[in-house]
């Protein structure tokens, strides 16, 4: 069972594809296809998306969508760094 941050980077990795910017809205759908694509509960789905907001990675926006927010956008790029670094090993 993923945990919720393990659920809330993954959403995070779905921006990251779109070489997304803060600002950069997902519509439900796809965090929706991902959760199912991934094998998570609605429940699990929920918590990710929580923790995320509770970070300040994303926040919700109108009309089902969720924004990734200036906080959301520099872990994407701490990310990156890390995964650069751990390949270099």
Same mark, same amino acid.
């Not at 970070?55 to 872990?75: K, R, S």
């Given at each position: /069972?993923?945990?919720?941050?393990?659920?809330?980077?993954?959403?995070?990795?779905?921006?990251?594809?779109?070489?997304?910017? %803060?600002?950069?809205?997902?519509?439900?759908?796809?965090?929706?296809?991902?959760?199912?694509?991934?094998?998570?509960?609605?429940?699990?789905?929920?918590?990710?998306?929580?923790?995320?907001? %509770?970070?300040?990675?994303?926040?919700?926006?109108?009309? /089902?969508?969720?924004?990734?927010?200036?906080?959301?956008? $520099?872990?994407?790029?701490? $990310?990156?760094?890390?995964?650069? %670094?751990?390949?270099?090993?």
């Amino acid at each position: /069972m993923p945990t919720r941050r393990q659920i809330a980077t993954s959403i995070l990795s779905v921006y990251r594809g779109q070489q997304a910017r %803060a600002g950069y809205v997902l519509p439900a759908r796809v965090i929706a296809a991902v959760s199912e694509h991934s094998g998570w509960s609605v429940d699990e789905t929920e918590n990710g998306i929580n923790y995320g907001r %509770a970070e300040g990675w994303f926040d919700f926006a109108p009309h /089902m969508f969720l924004t990734l927010t200036v906080h959301g956008f $520099a872990e994407m790029e701490r $990310a990156k760094v890390r995964s650069a %670094a751990s390949l270099a090993r």
